[in-house]
Structure formats: C-alpha cells, structure tokens
C-alpha cells in the first residue's frame, strides 16, 4: 500500500513538472509576492498604493461576476424562472462578461475612494462605509428604476461584445460555441431579465453592489491599523507571507496527493482538499510567527512562550480565515458559473482570484489586533 501511493506521489509530481499552467502561476506568485512585500513594508503610502491598484481592479471585476450572479438567481427555476429558456446558456464561462462602460469605471474609482478615507482614520473610513450605502440605495430607487435605461446599458454591452469578438473562435468549455455566441446567449438574458422582473432585480442588483463592495473592501484594512506600534507594520508583512505560503503549500499538497486526499467541500470547490488546507494552514502559521518576529527585530520570540502561542494562534486563525474567504470565492464564481473572476494575473486568472483569502484575512488581522490592544 504505501509504495503504491509513492508512486502515485511520484506520478503526481511528473506531470506537475510538465503543467505549463502552474508554472505560469509559480512564476506570477514569484513576481507578485515580493512586489506586494516590499510595498507594504516601505511606507504607509505605498501600502495604499497597492491596496488602491487590488481594490479597484477588483471591483471592476466584481461587477461583472455581479451580473452573472444576478441572471443565474433570477433563472432559478425555484425562484419562478423557466428552465426551458436557459438551456442553451454553457454550464460555465472562462470568465465575466465585462462591461467597459464609463458608468462602471467611475463607480470603481469613486469606491475607491475608501482608502483614502482609511488613510484619514478609522471614523471617515466608517463614514464612507456609510454614505456608500446611503448612495446605493439612493440610486437603486431613483437612478437606476428606469427599465429602458437598464434595456439601454445592455444592448450596448451586446452591441459592444458583437463588434469585438471573432466570430469563428472556440473555447473549451461544455458546449463548442464561439466566444462571443455565449457572451451574446448571456447577453440576452440579461435583456430579458431587466425586461420582465422588475423589482426583483433591483433588489438583487442592490444587494450584490453593497455586498461586493463590503467584501472587496475588506483588502483596506491593513492602513487602518499600519501605524500601531510595534504591531501594525509587522503583522501585516505576515499575514501577506503567511496566506502566500498557505496558497503555495495547498496547492502542491493537493496536486502532489492527488487520488489519496479528501475533499474539503466537495459542493463548492472539488478540488481543494482537507489534508491541502490543513498543511497550508500550520505551513502559514509558522511562517506567519517567524515573519512577526522577524519584521519586529526579533523579540517576540525572546519573551517566552506565550507571545509564542499567542502569535502562532492568530497565525492559524488567519490561516483558516484565508481557506474560508478561498471558498467564499470559489462559492460566488460557482453560482455565477465561471472559472476565473478575469485575466489580469496569468496562471490565477483575475484580481479576486489571487486576493480572495486575504479580503478575509485582513479584517480578521484587524479584529485580533484590537482585541490585543483592549486587553494589553
């Protein structure tokens, strides 16, 4: 048995060797990674910088995923949809239908603007919080209640997708239509949606557009807590290496092992497993532990057992933090049906795809942080 599965091990390893695909992604982490250190450890300013360029690639991106969610809860043939109308939809798409619309860009740039009110402080941070939502329901009720103008923006879209794709190619995915054939099917669905229901989907469009938002904000926390002696700065170059090296060390566990792991939930994302995020998660709390202490000049292990515990503790807990906001992310692109939230990072796909842990990881850092400090 056991030199069955090595060699089922060593099989694994030889066709990772030859995956062009996790070659691609090693070398983006191996760029990404160092980049985004060095960034956050330099100065708070250049902290923002790279929290700005995550955050509003990510919304954009979100804005397609957004579309994909509210067309595939309006289909549902549960929620009073008509199967026989979305038979020929594929089953799943490479990624969003985006739309490069100026309405769209300057929605991202203006909730973009909650960095700059986390550099501010924590009040204007919690304000804008606030007012976006106050915004959001604004135009919900009153810009956005005009069914020709949502007819309007769609058949744009459509217009826009036939003028740019080729006709002629193929993908490989469930059906063998071309490219822009599935973005046209879906397209027509959207038309059909913002036609006939109505209120419902506002209110989806709402609840989508403040959730997405809350969510990516999420990447905004480290400025709130950069400047905290002795603590901000340090913990947030860990958590960075921490969630790289949990990512890196699931991945290989789970494509080393391949045939002998167990799923980790099976329903969302198949092909993450138990033994993956176990491994992934004590690999990154270990290293989160020595990065704290390495970032604070080495004295946190210096002082005994328990900031010991105490930091590999909140290690683990970001740890499996990072493997819940991973799955979050593999659950909304399940529901959308699409592979990738987007292109913009070669072997991962989208923005989203690369920072899904962290968007949970960084509000988790945070809530320990404070707890710390109530009780220091």
């Known amino acids: 048995m056991t030199t069955d599965k090595v060699k089922i091990v060593s099989t694994n ?53 957004r579309r994909h969610i509210k067309v595939a809860i309006l289909l549902d043939p549960e929620r009073g949809g008509d199967d026989s109308k979305h038979e020929a939809l594929p089953k799943e798409y490479a990624a969003p239908v985006f739309s490069h619309s100026a309405v769209i860009i300057v929605k991202a740039t203006f909730s973009s603007l909650v960095i700059v009110a986390a550099c501010i402080g924590v009040d204007v941070f919690l304000l804008f919080l606030t007012l976006y939502f106050l915004v959001c329901t604004l135009l919900t009720l ?67 557009e403040y959730f997405g938002f809350v969510w990516i904000t999420g990447v905004t926390y480290p400025i709130l807590v950069y400047d905290i002696e002795g603590l901000g700065r340090p913990w947030i170059l860990a958590s960075l290496v921490g969630n790289f090296t949990l990512d890196i060390v699931a991945l290989l566990v789970g494509r080393s092992m391949k045939g002998m792991t167990h799923p980790l939930c099976q329903s969302i994302s198949p092909k993450k497993s138990i033994e993956g ?19 604070s000049g080495g ?68 809530c320990c942080m404070r707890v710390m400090n109530l009780f220091s």
Request: proline content about 3%; overall charge neutral.
């Open 13 to 65: 390893i030889h066709t990772m060797s030859g995956d062009t695909n996790l070659f691609v992604r090693s070398l983006t982490i191996a760029l990404v990674g160092p980049t985004a250190v060095l960034l956050a450890a330099h100065n708070k300013y250049t902290c923002a910088l790279l929290i700005w360029f995550f955050f509003f690639f990510g919304m954009l991106e979100w804005s397609g995923i």
């Open 142 to 208: 009153f810009g956005q209640n005009d069914p020709e103008k949502g007819l309007s923006v769609a058949r744009q879209t459509a217009d826009n997708v036939m003028a740019q794709s080729a006709p002629t190619r193929q993908v490989s995915l469930s059906s063998e239509k071309s490219r822009s054939e599935m973005l046209l099917l879906f397209l027509r669905e959207e038309l059909r949606m913002v036609a006939e229901k109505g209120p419902a989907e506002l209110f989806i469009n709402f609840c989508l």
């Open 277 to 295: 995020a176990v491994l992934g998660v004590l690999a990154g709390a270990f290293i989160f532990l020595w990065s704290v202490n390495f970032a």
């Open 299 to 366: 004295g946190v292990l210096e002082r005994g057992w328990g900031p010991f515990f105490l930091n590999f503790t909140a290690g683990v807990l970001l740890g499996v933090m990072g493997v819940v906001g991973d799955l979050l992310q593999s659950l909304l692109k399940r529901t959308a049906r699409i592979k990738d939230s987007g292109y913009l990072m070669p072997g991962h796909g989208g923005v989203l795809d690369r920072i899904d842990g962290l968007l949970l990881v960084f509000p988790t850092m945070y």
